[in-house]
C-alpha cells in the first residue's frame, strides 16, 4: 500500500521558518516526480513547489526565493524547507507523487501550516 505521510507544520511568526517533510513507503521513489501543494481556507488547492527525478525543481511566482524542495532517494523523502513565511502561507500543505510507470498520482493528508501577523 502506497503512503505518503507529511509533517512538520505547526504555528510560526511572519518571518518564520519551518521544514516540511514527506516520507514515502510502498512505492519506489527515484523514478517519480514529486511536489508540494496547499490549500487555503476557500481557496482551490495549487501548486508550492515540484521537483523532478532529475531533481529539476520549480516553484510558484509567491514563493521563489523563499521555499526550497528537495529531496533523498535513499530515504524516499521530499522536503519544503520555508523560510520568510508570510500569512499567506497559512494553508494545508500537501505532498504529491506522479508514479511515472503507472501513471497514478498519489496524495498524503497534509500537515497544516499557520503563519502569524
Known amino acids: 500500500q502506497v503512503q505518503l505521510v507529511e509533517s512538520g507544520g505547526g504555528l510560526v511568526q511572519a518571518g518564520g521558518s519551518l521544514r516540511l517533510s514527506c516520507a514515502v513507503s510502498g512505492s519506489t521513489f527515484s523514478l517519480n516526480t514529486m511536489g508540494w501543494y496547499r490549500q487555503a481556507p476557500g481557496k482551490q488547492r495549487e501548486l508550492v513547489a515540484v521537483?523532478?527525478?532529475?531533481?529539476?525543481?520549480n516553484y510558484a511566482d509567491s514563493v521563489k526565493g523563499r521555499f526550497t524542495i528537495s529531496r533523498t532517494t535513499a530515504e524516499k523523502t521530499v522536503y519544503l524547507q520555508m523560510n520568510s513565511l508570510k500569512p499567506e502561507d497559512t494553508a494545508v500543505y500537501y505532498c504529491?507523487?506522479?508514479?511515472?510507470?503507472?501513471?497514478?498520482?498519489?496524495w498524503g493528508k497534509g500537515t497544516l501550516v499557520t503563519v502569524s501577523s
Open positions: 504529491k507523487m506522479e508514479h511515472r510507470v503507472s501513471g497514478l498520482d498519489y
Open positions: 521537483i523532478s527525478s532529475a531533481f529539476s525543481t
